[in-house]
């Protein structure tokens, strides 16, 4: 009996690069630091940013039916 040579049908990830177009976007998104409470957000200078991403959060929640009465 022939023995079959045993393949994968992953795709090999280890030679795959970054696109550059992140490369700015990742350094830029990282040099936030993350407020870890509520509060933090609030007194940051970013608090207009946080308002809008909790609105937008909270209106997606709201229209996905997340939270049942």
Known sequence: MQKL????????HTRLKKPQRLCAYETEFCALAEPISYQNAMESENSAMWKLAINTELKSIEENNTWNE
């Open 5 to 12: 040579k045993k393949t994968s049908l992953c795709q090999d």
